[in-house]
């Protein structure tokens, strides 16, 4: 069973314009709404794929009961832990003549020491049965920078890996506690480090603590420092959409493969096939199924995306 943990999850909303014109009105074609946060939009995407999979987050208010009512919904495993505070909630806007996305999103509620006590109690519970731990996203207001540590810690002890999708002074305190794989995007290995060589930059997460650094490059994909070598896995062409989600999906591949048991050129292959289809898909948390299947890494004979050592 792959956990996925949401410390500040969210209501997604997606407004969908044929062109986002600053300083104007607009028409939305589409509007939609979702449970969301990093960690559970991993979930959607491992339940999508038919693995097991169970979210942990913090449920508020009427916006939290309706993350809750969605997860139900789509029949994605959770254990929710209540908090005094409403649940936040993000807003996005498809700009479909661009392709473009742009995204608003709110802080949180504040959560108490006792809520954070019964989070952490949660995931205690779960790490019996797990076989990786995932923490994605940004931390409420309230909680320590080394909240993401904390939980690292007893995964490590409770012997499953650990996967952290963090930034900033959440992500130089969780690698500081050796997960298993660390997931910054280029913007965030660079602030994380100091450093703007990407490679550079993913050697001294891994000299900080972390097993493994996949770092997403945007279009020129993913770069894998790991145990095993280092790997770059890149998609066959640029493909236009909705980036909101891609690097979640990169995270399901990566827990997926840790599940599974795959080599990481496995894993990083099929994470770019993941991630392009996400792209081609409307929302964070979905994926395209014909893109993912076409570019998806096969036994033999597969052309697209092959990673490749450097």
Do not use: C
């Not at 916006?63 to 919904?73: E, I, K, S, Y």
């Not at 969780?174 to 480090?193: F, I, R, S, W, Y």
């Amino acid at each position: 069973m792959i956990v996925t943990v949401t410390l500040n999850p969210a209501l997604d909303i997606t407004h969908t314009v044929a062109s986002l014109v600053p300083h104007s009105s607009h028409r939305v074609t589409d509007v939609a709404a979702q449970a969301g946060g990093k960690g559970v939009n991993v979930a959607r995407v491992l339940h999508a794929l038919g693995l097991p999979t169970v979210a942990v987050a913090f449920r508020g208010g009427l916006t939290g009961a309706a993350v809750a009512a969605d997860l139900d919904r789509h029949g994605i495993a959770h254990r929710l832990v209540d908090t005094a505070g409403e649940s936040r909630r993000t807003f996005t806007v498809v700009d479909l003549g661009s392709g473009d996305a742009t995204v608003f999103n709110e802080a949180g509620p504040a959560v108490s020491g006792a809520e954070w006590q019964a989070f952490r109690e949660q995931v205690h519970r779960l790490l019996t049965g797990a076989s990786v731990l995932v923490l994605s996203g940004s931390l409420p207001p309230g909680l320590p920078d080394t909240a993401y540590a904390q939980l690292a810690g007893a995964a490590a002890r409770a012997g499953v890996p650990v996967i952290l999708d963090a930034a900033g002074p959440p992500l130089r305190a969780g690698v500081t506690a050796g997960p298993d794989v660390v997931k910054p995007n280029a913007t965030e290995l660079a602030e994380a480090t100091g450093l703007p060589d990407p490679l550079a930059a993913a050697e001294a997460l891994r000299a900080a603590g972390a097993r493994a650094v996949v770092a997403s490059l945007g279009p020129a994909g993913l770069l894998a420092v790991t145990p095993d070598g280092t790997f770059r896995a890149e998609p066959p062409a640029p493909l236009a959409g909705n980036p909101t989600g891609a690097g979640d999906s990169v995270v399901a591949a990566i827990a997926a493969g840790i599940h599974t048991g795959t080599s990481w050129p496995h894993r990083l292959a099929d994470a770019v096939a993941l991630s392009a289809a996400t792209v081609k898909a409307p929302r964070a948390g979905q994926f395209d199924a014909d893109t993912y299947h076409r570019l998806a890494p096969r036994p033999a004979g597969s052309r697209t995306p092959t990673p490749h050592p450097t």
